[in-house]
């Protein structure tokens, strides 16, 4: 049944993101990549979209990521990708207002693939919001909850997260650390949606809504959930004590999800 808070819309599909006006915080970064982007990439580019906090009007300045989905129509040269990463560092130091910008890239052809309906097809239509170009979104239908769309848009979430382990070990720059702890932590907990119920028919969108399904489902992994939530919004936990928490409960995960363990 569709309730207020369920992540539904009255159909039972999963909602959409409000097309409300943005920020006013952020107006001004958004203008900066709608003018430089396409500009830097030209025919290459399709269109751009902007997901999270940001797109959801939740964000706080100086504190939530600047999250972009680039949509190209083929493979862009080398040193155009040099000059794209250039891009990306200049508009983080000139608009503190985010605390990091992140490009995630993909291409035309894919965004509209059949095949890639539950991925592709599901992050345009409901998760991302239009900002420059071809609205590729308006030909994709809606989705309804299943957790063969939580296992598309999460991907191989244990590989994923072994990766953030080796690159915490390896990282000596504090707060480089403490950025990876933020960035596996928050991924872990949107992970978890991949071990869905069949006799689930909601949908959590925000972090928090996240943690609390977790909290509800999985109260003897209470402890470590709540660690996560907390590293999630301001990671403090020392290197040793949040890779053995983390190789841990990927441990876990991994039995719970019937995959081989990390």
Not at 23 to 29: D, G, K, S
Not at 145 to 167: C, D, F, Q, T
Not at 180 to 200: I, S, Y
Request: net charge positive.
């Amino acid at each position: 049944m569709y309730t207020a808070d369920s992540g539904l819309d009255a159909a039972g599909f999963i909602r959409q993101v409000p097309e409300l006006p943005f920020q006013i915080e952020y107006q001004a970064v958004l203008a900066a990549v709608r003018s430089q982007l396409p500009s830097l990439l030209g025919t290459h580019l399709v269109a751009l979209y902007v997901y999270g906090s940001v797109a959801e009007g939740r964000a706080r300045p100086g504190q939530s990521d600047l999250d972009l989905t680039l949509i190209l129509n083929d493979a862009c040269p080398g040193t155009q990708l040099i000059q794209l990463e250039h891009l990306r560092r200049t508009l983080e130091r000139g608009h503190p207002e985010v605390s990091k910008i992140d490009f995630d890239l993909g291409h035309r052809a894919e965004a509209l693939a059949s095949a890639n309906r539950l991925g592709w097809g599901f992050w345009l239509k409901h998760h991302c919001r239009w900002l420059w170009g071809e609205d590729l979104a308006r030909r994709l239908a809606p989705s309804k909850p299943s957790a063969a769309i939580a296992r598309a848009v999460n991907g191989a979430v244990v590989p994923v997260l072994e990766g953030h382990l080796r690159a915490l070990a390896a990282c000596t720059r504090p707060a480089e650390r403490l950025r990876l702890q933020r960035e596996a932590a928050r991924r872990l907990l949107r992970a978890l949606l991949v071990l869905r119920r069949p006799d689930e028919i909601d949908w959590p969108w925000t972090l928090e809504e996240h943690r609390a399904r977790a909290l509800r489902l999985y109260p003897e992994q209470g402890a470590v959930i709540e660690f996560f939530y907390t590293e999630a919004l301001r990671p403090q936990a020392g290197a040793v004590t949040f890779n053995q928490r983390l190789a841990t409960f990927l441990g876990w995960f991994a039995r719970q999800a019937g995959s081989p363990e990390p």
